[in-house]
């Protein structure tokens, strides 16, 4: 299954579905999908790993059933599209489907925050991690530098987005709700660094978007 292609689509929920507002995955789309990226994010028991600009909050919860004694930290700032009770019926069902208690095997909280700010807890973060976000920020610069000090020293943010110019991408976000002008390559990682982050990793093409992975400048 292509990630790409499900986050692109617009997908409609039938009434039985077990929750709103995202695709529904079984365990084995969840293992194919999303172990490549607990992999490449080097993901370990114990960490705090935050999703930002999560939206529902569907995939930092497939995520979350390769995670193992984590807290996850679910964070947006719609709070029309972000909310606990859709957020437990993700839990409970995909426990079900595990066939133990993902909310008891890891620790799930939501954080609220503004275009400027994550609200995350300063220096408890050990992996950031953002898909198709980085394009949408009203004010990227204060944001990421707001993400920088919720990292601990060690931590690191990995960024998963379309480029213009990459693979054929366009000047725009091509889903019609955002339109938003994308970064080239360059511009993205100039952009990085100026804001006190370095390269540390750059993913081969997953599902036809490059994931690249940072760490803190001393």
Do not use: W
Not at 119 to 141: E, K, M, R
């Amino acid at each position: 299954m292509n990630l790409r292609l499900i986050l692109l689509a617009l997908i409609v929920i039938s009434s039985c579905a077990p929750y709103a507002k995202g695709p529904v995955f079984t365990i084995e789309e969840t293992n194919e999908i999303f172990h490549p990226y607990i992999e490449f994010m080097e993901i370990k028991p114990g960490m705090t790993v935050a999703d930002v600009g999560a939206g529902s909050g569907i995939f930092t919860i497939v995520m979350a059933t390769q995670f193992d004694s984590c807290k996850v930290l679910i964070q947006d700032i719609d709070q029309e599209t972000l909310q606990q009770n859709n957020v437990d019926k993700m839990i409970s069902h995909y426990s079900g489907k595990l066939g133990y208690d993902l909310g008891a095997r890891n620790q799930f909280e939501i954080i609220y925050g503004t275009p400027t700010k994550s609200n995350l807890p300063d220096q408890s973060v050990d992996v950031i991690y953002t898909n198709a976000t980085i394009h949408v920020f009203d004010a990227p610069n204060e944001m990421l530098q707001n993400l920088r000090k919720t990292l601990k020293p060690t931590g690191k943010i990995f960024i998963r987005d379309a480029f213009k110019g990459d693979n054929g991408k366009g000047d725009f976000c091509s889903d019609s709700k955002c339109a938003k002008p994308l970064y080239t390559i360059d511009e993205f990682l100039e952009m990085m660094n100026e804001n006190g982050y370095k390269l540390l990793k750059q993913s081969p093409e997953m599902d036809g978007y490059p994931v690249f992975g940072f760490g803190l400048m001393n």
